[in-house]
Nanobody, 126 residues
């Protein structure tokens, strides 16, 4: 089992920044990658960014590329999502998720992730 806890959400004005954190515990040695997803009211959950646990390869949705940065601190078993130049379209509940399958062919689909955090709300006021 892997447990994930997100933090860092809140209310920010358009153009501002927030930093989300995802703390992993439990069988963290089994984690292959960590992903961030978000879900706005009335919309499907969408991929935001992902990072491989050991190699640090990163992946971004086109909508956040150049504005968001995903990183990891293996010593602390935490992953962060630095979000800059936020706009109203970024308003959503943000979730981190863990993929424990090293054979996953993509990290952009929610279905490949086995463990999920409870989510943290990000609200961007225009």
């Amino acid at each position: 089992q892997v447990q994930l806890v997100e933090s860092g959400g809140g209310l920010v004005q358009a153009g501002g920044s927030l930093r989300l954190s995802c703390a992993a515990s439990g069988r963290t040695f089994s984690i292959y990658a960590i992903g961030w997803f978000r879900q706005a009211p009335g919309k499907e959950r969408e991929f935001v960014a992902a990072i491989s646990w050991s190699g640090g390869s990163t992946y971004y949705a086109d909508s956040v590329k150049g504005r968001f940065t995903i990183s990891r601190d293996l010593g602390e078993n935490t992953m962060s999502l630095q979000m800059n130049s936020l706009n109203a379209e970024d308003t959503a509940v943000y979730y981190c998720a863990a993929d424990i399958n090293p054979l996953s062919i993509t990290l952009r689909l929610a279905e490949v992730y086995e463990y999920w955090g409870q989510g943290t709300q990000v609200t961007v006021s225009s």
